[in-house]
């Protein structure tokens, strides 16, 4: 299995506005979740300036963002996939453990 993150870069009035959308995107996360496809998600920052969430394959990522009420609303300014190798832990998808 491979990690791929989808980042969201947050409109200014992110926060204002999201209480209008923020049953919608759950939902679709949630139900993202129940796939498979979603691992992690949630917002970064104090106060909120991005988000991440973490799913399976590039395709249910972008899939997920082309769904998305707060992007489709204009709540998230630009977003973007990107392969995470994660090479560390329990659920790495490439494990590396030093030799020796």
């Not at 989808?6 to 200014?12: H, K, M, N, V, W």
């Not at 506005?17 to 796939?35: K, S, T, Y």
């Not at 707060?70 to 998230?76: C, K, N, R, T």
């Amino acid at each position: 299995m491979a990690h791929f993150l989808l980042r969201y870069e947050l409109a200014a009035d992110y926060l204002e506005r999201r209480p209008a959308f923020r049953g919608a995107h759950l939902a679709l996360a949630w139900a993202a979740v129940e796939r498979g496809d979603l691992l992690l998600g949630g917002a970064v920052g104090d106060p909120v300036e991005s988000a991440l969430l973490l799913f399976t394959s590039a395709e249910t990522a972008r899939a997920f963002a082309e769904a998305d009420p707060y992007v489709a609303q204009g709540l998230v300014a630009r977003w973007n996939v990107a392969l995470w190798s994660t090479v560390v832990g329990a659920e790495a998808a490439n494990p590396v453990r030093p030799e020796g």
